[in-house]
C-alpha cells in the first residue's frame, strides 16, 4: 500500500516535471528569420506617406541546387512607403512571411535631398529607440536614391555590408571620410555639434565612397557636399585618417607623390577679446613612393629638403580650401575643433557652445607644417 | 545547527559585500552622474564616494565590534533600549527589502527590455525567486559560497567587457579635468554615495564572521573591489560616450557594449554575455538583502528564518510591482538611497556615540568546539 501510493506519487512528479522539459518549442530556423542588412530612408513625391524606406534582408534561403553558388542576387529588397519608420518595418509582415530581425544592420543610408528636408534626429529616432537595433552600424548620405544604392548588384556580395567594408580601407589614403557609426549621429546631434557623414554614389554596378556631406548642428540637417579633395583636407585637420597619399607637384608642374606613413595634428586655440583664432600644427611622416620628375636627386638632401617643402605646402593648401568652404559656405565646425576649444577653455565654451558654429566660422587661422621624408624608396637616378 | 557552518570565512565576506555593492548602479550610475556633473570629471566623483563609503564603513565596523557576535537587531536594543530598537529593526528589514525588490525589479525590466521581449516580467521575476528561496533556505553558508565562487568569475568578465571598450575610447572626451572647477563634482557626490547602499548589511555580516577582527580588511578590499568596477566603468563610458552623449542614452553602460563589435575572437559582440554576468550580480545582491530581511525577522520574532524568508517572498514580490513605469521605478531608488545614507552613517555613528558614551560592550562567551 505504501509502496503504490509512492509509486503514484512519482508518477504524477514525472508528469508534471514534463511541463519542465519544453524543449525547443519556440525555435525558429535561421532560414526562416530575415536579418536586415541595410535600410536606405528616402522621401517619396506622394504626401500621404513622405517617407520611402528601403529595407535590405540578406537571402538565407538557398536558390538552386546544394552545393552549387546560388545564382542571383544575395539580397532582397523591399522598398514601402509610409509616414513613420516603424509603421513601414512592420508593414513588411504584409508581404514576407519570416519575421524581421534588425540586430544585424550594417549601413543605413540617407538620401541627401531627405536629410535637408527632415531633421536627422527624427529619421534615425527610431533605430536609436528601438531595443535591438544596435548603434554600430554605419551611416551615409548619398546624392542619388538610398534604394537604388541598395540595388547595385555586385557579384557574391550584399550592398550594405560592401559598402561598410570599404570603410576599412583608410590606412591606404586620405581621401575617405572617417566612418561613422549611428551611435557617433546621435551624439551629435544630442550635442548640437555640426558633423559630417561620408557620401557614397553608384556609377554603374559599382558603389563608391566620393567626399561626403556636412550635417549642421543647430538644423540637424543636410547643408551641402565637401568634394573628396576636401575631405582629405579635413582628414588632415581632423586627425581622423590613418594613413594614405599627398600627390603635389614641383615647378615645372612634375607630379610626386608621398606616402603619409603617419601624421599628428595638433590644434591650439586661442581665445582674447572676443577673437577666436586656432593654430594647427600638423607633423607627417612618410615615404616617396612616385616622383616623375626627370632631374630628381633622391639621395642629395637639399633635394629632399625641397620636396618635404612643397609637400607641406600642398597640405596647407589643401587644409586651407577646406577650410574656407566650412568657414564660408556651411558655417559648420566638422573638423572636432570645438573639442580642442572646449578642453582648453571649459568655461567660455559653455556660453558659446550653442552658436559655437558662428564663433567657428569667424576663426582665424595659422598653419604650421612639417613634414617629414624619411625613404626615397629603393631607386637611385 | 552545528557549530562552524553558521560562520563565513573572510573572503567569503569579502566576496558577499562587493557582489552586494555591485549592482543595478552598474546601469544607472553612469547617466545620474552625467546628469548632475555635466563635465568629465565624473569619475573622480566615483573615487571620493568610495572614500566616503569607507569612511562610513570605519564607523559601522566599530560598532559591530563593539559587540561581538551580535547583530544590529539584538544590539540596538542593548544600545537604545527595546521599544526604539525594535522599531529601528523593522526599518533596518524593511529596507533591505525595498532595496531586494528594488534590485530584482530593475533586471526584469532590463531583461524584458534587451532579452525576453514578450515574456511577462512577472514569469521573469519568479522565476528568480524560485531559485533564490532554494538558496535562501541553507541559510547563510551556501549563500557565501556561492557567491565566493562567481564573484571573481562576474569580476573578470566585467573588467573584459569594459576594457573591450577601449576601441571606441578617445582620451579627449575625458579631458579637461577640473574644467568648471570643483562644484559639478560635489554635485555628483550623491548618486555616487548611493550607489555604494549595502554597506549598511556589514551591521548584520560582522557577527557572522569568523574572525571579526577582519573586518576592517573586508571592509577595504570589499568596498575596493566595486569602486574599481564602477570607475573603470565611468571612465571608460565616459571616454567612448562622451558626456553630452551619456546624459541622453537611458542605459549608456548598454550603449556602449552595443557599440563596438570586435571579429576574429571568440565572441564578436558582448552584450549578452555582459547581461549574463550582470543578472547573477543582481540576483546576489538580491539574495543579500532578503537574508538580511529574514534574519531580522527571525531574531525579533518567533518565527523561524525559513519561514519568514517564504513570508518575504510575497511580501518583495508585492512591493517590486509597486513602481509603474520606469520612471516611478527610478523615484523608488533614490528613496532608497536616501535611507541607505541614513543606515550606513547616520544611526551607525548616533548608536556608536551612545554605546560610546554610556561605555556599552558586548563580549561573546568563549566558543566551544573547532
Known amino acids: 500500500m505504501k509502496q503504490n501510493r509512492k509509486m503514484v506519487r512519482n508518477f504524477c512528479l514525472c508528469i508534471v516535471s514534463l511541463l519542465c522539459v519544453s524543449g525547443c518549442w519556440d525555435s525558429s530556423d535561421i532560414e526562416d528569420m530575415s536579418f536586415v542588412i541595410g535600410f536606405g530612408i528616402d522621401s517619396s513625391e506622394n504626401d500621404q506617406t513622405p517617407i520611402k524606406h528601403t529595407t535590405q534582408i540578406a537571402s538565407t534561403k538557398k536558390k538552386g541546387e546544394q552545393g552549387v553558388m546560388p545564382q542571383g542576387k544575395l539580397y532582397q529588397d523591399l522598398t514601402l512607403e509610409g509616414k513613420s519608420i516603424q509603421d513601414i518595418l512592420r508593414s513588411i509582415s504584409l508581404q514576407l512571411p519570416y519575421p524581421v530581425y534588425t540586430d544585424h544592420l550594417e549601413t543605413i543610408i540617407i538620401n541627401s535631398e531627405t536629410a535637408s528636408k527632415y531633421d536627422l534626429s527624427i529619421l534615425l529616432d527610431q533605430i536609436l529607440r528601438d531595443n535591438v537595433t544596435r548603434l554600430s552600424p554605419l551611416v551615409v548620405l548619398s546624392k542619388q536614391q538610398a534604394s537604388d544604392i541598395l540595388d547595385t548588384n555586385i557579384e557574391g556580395e550584399i550592398p550594405s555590408s560592401y559598402l561598410s567594408s570599404i570603410f576599412e580601407n583608410k590606412t591606404t589614403t586620405l581621401k575617405i571620410a572617417p566612418s561613422v557609426r549611428v551611435g557617433e549621429v546621435s551624439a551629435n546631434l544630442s550635442s548640437q555639434a555640426s558633423f559630417m557623414l561620408p557620401n557614397v554614389v553608384k556609377q554603374q554596378n559599382v558603389i563608391k565612397v566620393d567626399g561626403a556631406g556636412v550635417i549642421k548642428g543647430k538644423q540637424k540637417k543636410f547643408v551641402g557636399f565637401l568634394t573628396d579633395k576636401e575631405v582629405e583636407g579635413v582628414n588632415w585637420l581632423s586627425e581622423e585618417g590613418k594613413a594614405g597619399l599627398l600627390e603635389f607637384h614641383d615647378e615645372e608642374d612634375n607630379t610626386i607623390v608621398y606616402e603619409v606613413q603617419h601624421y599628428k595634428t595638433k590644434i591650439k586655440p586661442r581665445f582674447k577679446k572676443g577673437r577666436l583664432s586656432f593654430y594647427v600644427q600638423i607633423k607627417a611622416e612618410g615615404w616617396i613612393t612616385e616622383d616623375w620628375s626627370r632631374s630628381a636627386h633622391n639621395l642629395a638632401e637639399r633635394y629632399v629638403q625641397h620636396l618635404e617643402h612643397l609637400a607641406a605646402k600642398e597640405v596647407e593648401r589643401l587644409m586651407k580650401g577646406t577650410m574656407k568652404k566650412l568657414q564660408r559656405d556651411y558655417e559648420a565646425d566638422v573638423v572636432g575643433f570645438s573639442e580642442s576649444f572646449r578642453i582648453h577653455y571649459p568655461r567660455d565654451f559653455e556660453k558659446m557652445k550653442k552658436d559655437w558654429d558662428d564663433y567657428f566660422a569667424d576663426a582665424d587661422l595659422n598653419y604650421d607644417v612639417c613634414i617629414k621624408i624619411i625613404n626615397t624608396g629603393d631607386v637611385v637616378k | 545547527m552545528k557549530m562552524g557552518t553558521t560562520r563565513i570565512t573572510t573572503i567569503q565576506m569579502v566576496a558577499l559585500l562587493s557582489s552586494a555593492l555591485i549592482a543595478v548602479g552598474i546601469f544607472t550610475l553612469p547617466r545620474d552622474l552625467a546628469m548632475k556633473v555635466g563635465t568629465p570629471d565624473l569619475w573622480i566623483c566615483v573615487i571620493l564616494g568610495g572614500i566616503c563609503g569607507y569612511l562610513s564603513s570605519l564607523i559601522i565596523v566599530s560598532l559591530s565590534l563593539r559587540f561581538e557576535?551580535?547583530?544590529?537587531?539584538?544590539?540596538?536594543?542593548?544600545?537604545?533600549?527595546?521599544?526604539?530598537?525594535?522599531?529601528?529593526?523593522?526599518?533596518?528589514?524593511?529596507?533591505?527589502?525595498?532595496?531586494?525588490?528594488?534590485?530584482?525589479?530593475?533586471?526584469?525590466?532590463?531583461?524584458?527590455?534587451?532579452?525576453?521581449?514578450?515574456?511577462?516580467?512577472?514569469?521573469?521575476?519568479?522565476?528568480?525567486?524560485?531559485?533564490?528561496?532554494?538558496?535562501?533556505?541553507?541559510?547563510?553558508?551556501?549563500?557565501?559560497?556561492?557567491?565566493?565562487?562567481?564573484?571573481?568569475?562576474?569580476?573578470?568578465?566585467?573588467?573584459?567587457?569594459?576594457?573591450?571598450?577601449?576601441?571606441?575610447?578617445?582620451?579627449?572626451?575625458?579631458?579637461?579635468?577640473?574644467?568648471?572647477?570643483?562644484?559639478?563634482?560635489?554635485?555628483?557626490?550623491?548618486?555616487?554615495?548611493?550607489?555604494?547602499?549595502?554597506?549598511?548589511?556589514?551591521?548584520?555580516?560582522?557577527?557572522?564572521?569568523?574572525?571579526?577582527?577582519?573586518?576592517?580588511?573586508?571592509?577595504?578590499?570589499?568596498?575596493?573591489?566595486?569602486?574599481?568596477?564602477?570607475?573603470?566603468?565611468?571612465?571608460?563610458?565616459?571616454?567612448?560616450?562622451?558626456?553630452?552623449?551619456?546624459?541622453?542614452?537611458?542605459?549608456?553602460?548598454?550603449?556602449?557594449?552595443?557599440?563596438?563589435?570586435?571579429?576574429?575572437?571568440?565572441?564578436?559582440?558582448?552584450?549578452?554575455?555582459?547581461?549574463?554576468?550582470?543578472?547573477?550580480?543582481?540576483?546576489?545582491?538580491?539574495?543579500?538583502?532578503?537574508?538580511?530581511?529574514?534574519?531580522?525577522?527571525?531574531?525579533?520574532?518567533?518565527?523561524?528564518?525559513?519561514?519568514?524568508?517564504?513570508?518575504?517572498?510575497?511580501?518583495?514580490?508585492?512591493?517590486?510591482?509597486?513602481?509603474?513605469?520606469?520612471?516611478?521605478?527610478?523615484?523608488?531608488?533614490?528613496?532608497?538611497?536616501?535611507?541607505?545614507?541614513?543606515?550606513?552613517?547616520?544611526?551607525?555613528?548616533?548608536?556608536?556615540?551612545?554605546?560610546?558614551?554610556?561605555?556599552?560592550?558586548?563580549?561573546?562567551?568563549?566558543?566551544?568546539?573547532?
Open chain 2, 69 to 370: 557576535r551580535l547583530t544590529f537587531f539584538e544590539f540596538n536594543k542593548l544600545i537604545i533600549g527595546k521599544w526604539l530598537g525594535t522599531i529601528l529593526s523593522i526599518c533596518f528589514i524593511g529596507y533591505a527589502l525595498l532595496i531586494g525588490a528594488f534590485e530584482i525589479r530593475s533586471m526584469g525590466e532590463l531583461t524584458q527590455f534587451y532579452l525576453l521581449e514578450e515574456t511577462p516580467i512577472s514569469v521573469i521575476l519568479i522565476t528568480m525567486y524560485w531559485v533564490a528561496i532554494y538558496l535562501l533556505i541553507g541559510g547563510i553558508n551556501p549563500i557565501a559560497r556561492l557567491i565566493e565562487l562567481l564573484n571573481p568569475i562576474c569580476i573578470l568578465i566585467f573588467i573584459l567587457v569594459f576594457c573591450l571598450g577601449f576601441k571606441v575610447f578617445e582620451l579627449d572626451n575625458l579631458r579637461p579635468l577640473f574644467g568648471l572647477g570643483a562644484g559639478p563634482i560635489l554635485k555628483g557626490m550623491t548618486p555616487t554615495f548611493l550607489t555604494f547602499s549595502g554597506l549598511e548589511f556589514l551591521l548584520v555580516f560582522i557577527a557572522m564572521m569568523q574572525k571579526p577582527k577582519d573586518a576592517k580588511k573586508v571592509a577595504l578590499i570589499g568596498l575596493g573591489i566595486p569602486v574599481f568596477i564602477y570607475l573603470l566603468a565611468v571612465v571608460i563610458i565616459t571616454g567612448g560616450l562622451s558626456v553630452e552623449r551619456m546624459k541622453h542614452q537611458k542605459w549608456p553602460t548598454f550603449a556602449l557594449i552595443q557599440e563596438y563589435e570586435y571579429e576574429g575572437i571568440l565572441f564578436e559582440r558582448f552584450d549578452s554575455l555582459f547581461l549574463v554576468v550582470w543578472l547573477i550580480q543582481m540576483f546576489t545582491t538580491y539574495v543579500v538583502c532578503q537574508y538580511v530581511a529574514a534574519k531580522g525577522i527571525s531574531q525579533l520574532t518567533r518565527i523561524s528564518y525559513k519561514k519568514a524568508n517564504y513570508v518575504l517572498l510575497a511580501a518583495v514580490y508585492i512591493i517590486c510591482l509597486i513602481p509603474q513605469d520606469l520612471n516611478q521605478l527610478e523615484k523608488m531608488g533614490t528613496i532608497i538611497g536616501w535611507t541607505s545614507f541614513a543606515f550606513s552613517f547616520f544611526i551607525p555613528s548616533i548608536l556608536l556615540i551612545i554605546a560610546v558614551i554610556r561605555r556599552l560592550k558586548h563580549e561573546a562567551e568563549p566558543q566551544n568546539g573547532p
